[in-house]
Structure formats: C-alpha cells, structure tokens
C-alpha cells in the first residue's frame, strides 16, 4: 500500500512538471558567488552506511541573478561573520570564509539594496547565513519552511523582514525565466530553482534535495533529512524536470562540480 502510494505520488509529482514554465523567458546574467568552504569528518551523514569515516570537502555558494525586472539572489550562504571566525564554525561541517559576499556584491557594483527578491532552498545557516544583509529584500521561501520552528521553539527569520510564503512553484518574474521548485524532504518547505539563461540554456540549481553528485545518482538520503520518502520523490521529480528541460544540474555542495564553474566577476549569459 504505501508503495502504491508512493507510485501515486511520484507520478503527481512527474505530471507537475509539465508547469514550471509555460512561458520561457531568460534572465540576463549568473553570477557564482563563493560563499563557504567545508570541512567534513565523516561523509557517511549524509549517505548513511555509504562513505563511513571519510572526509571531503565542499562548498556553499551564492547565486547572483540579473534579470530586466531586476535581481534576484538564490542561497546566502553560511554568513559573512564567519571571515572573523578563521579556525571555521559547526560540528558535522566545520565552515570557513574565504571572502565576503557583500565585498563579491561591491566587486561587481551592486549593493544589497538594489537585490529586490532573495530566496534560500532551505533554513540550515549554510544557506540563510547572509539573510540579514538584506533588509528590504522581499524574502521568497515556502510557507513550510518559513513556518518550520526551530528546534527550542521561535521564528527561523527576523518577523520584521518583508516575505512572501509560498506554497507550491513560484514563478519570480512572471516569464518563467526563475521559477522555485517545491522539493520537501531534506527539510518540511525545501525548494530548488530552475532558471533559464539565453546562451546557457537552462539550469537546475538543488539545494540540499541532494548534497553531492553520488548521493543524487545513487537517490541517497541524509540520515538527518525530515522525510526520507519526499527527499525521493523531490529527487525524482529534480531528474523529470531535468529530462525536460534538458537543463544542466547544479548540486548545491558538490565541490568537484563548482570548482569547473566561473566565479564572479565572471558570469554565465
Ligand atoms: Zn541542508
């Protein structure tokens, strides 16, 4: 029965596919910002029984999107206070800063007022670290997780900052050029984002719906994600999604993958 349920579910989740976008507008520019190195003990955390006791590396980055209508930051990383913390932060990844984001903003002109929409995938630090620095960002994140108490109970963002819950898909600009995914599982409101780019053509960017490129071939779940049965119905609806857009995918921590990717100032078109 609950197989069948899951079949059910999967193939609902396959048909929405069809939606993200009607309309196929592009976004102008990507900037990759860096926005974290880290330092992992034991690799198995995140494939549990898989890769016990190794250690790897990776990375959190930032993505900087230039769109007629204006900008639109995806992922704030793991927070620009941590380039005062230089022997790193955390326990099951030990995080380190090797630049700002606000110095990689200024490098290229653009000051944080100026980014109208900020989204994150999901609220673990690495990804929200930087939220504060931008106030007057309309914050676009899924009710679920907006709503997700942290574990002692309290808001995961500042009530005070202007935000959009969402429940479902979001187009950004209304063209389908930077449209958010709901992809629940590795935490109750994830989301990953699909954008589209003139000369690049199309890309899917995960969050933590899978953390590394083995995890996402193998569809390993994280011993700690909320929902072991949505993080496999999000990974599969990732890979119907790729399949029709024959978008690239971008895994968000895969350091091997990032390392290949231009770094702004540099930006993809
Ligand atoms: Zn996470």
């Excluded at 790193?88 to 929409?117: N, Y």
Aim: aromatic share 8%; hydrophobic share 40%.
């Amino acid at each position: 029965m609950k197989r069948l349920c899951s079949a059910a579910a999967l193939a609902a989740g396959v048909a929405m596919l069809a939606t993200p976008a009607a309309a196929q507008g592009t976004a102008e520019r990507l900037y990759v910002m860096e926005c974290g190195q880290g330092a992992v003990p034991d690799l198995s955390r995140w494939s549990p029984g898989v890769n016990v006791g190794v250690k790897t590396e990776y990375v959190t980055n930032c993505y900087l999107v230039r769109h007629a209508k204006g900008w639109l930051l995806w992922e704030t990383g793991a927070g620009d206070d941590l380039i005062n913390v230089p022997e790193g932060r955390g326990s099951f990844t030990r995080w380190r800063l090797k630049r700002t984001l606000a110095s990689q903003l200024a490098e290229i002109g653009v000051k944080p007022d100026d980014i109208a929409f900020i989204a994150a995938s999901h609220t673990h630090f690495d990804h929200i670290g930087n939220v504060n620095l931008f106030p007057k960002s309309m914050l676009l994140m899924q009710k679920a997780e907006y709503q997700w108490p942290l574990p002692k109970g309290g808001p995961r963002f500042n009530p005070a900052h202007p935000v959009t819950q969402l429940d479902g898909d979001h187009d950004v600009f209304g063209d389908g050029s930077a449209v958010l995914l709901a992809t629940p599982g590795h935490t109750p409101g994830h989301q990953s984002f699909l954008l589209r780019l003139k000369n690049t053509g199309p890309i899917v960017f995960t969050g933590d719906a899978a953390h590394f490129r083995e995890n996402y071939e193998f569809r390993r779940v994280p011993s700690f994600n909320t929902n072991r049965e949505q993080s496999l119905q999000s990974m599969e609806r990732i890979a119907a999604i790729v399949a029709n857009t024959r978008a690239q995918l971008w895994i968000h921590h895969d350091k091997p993958q990032a390392d290949q990717q231009k770094k702004s100032p540099a930006f993809y078109d």
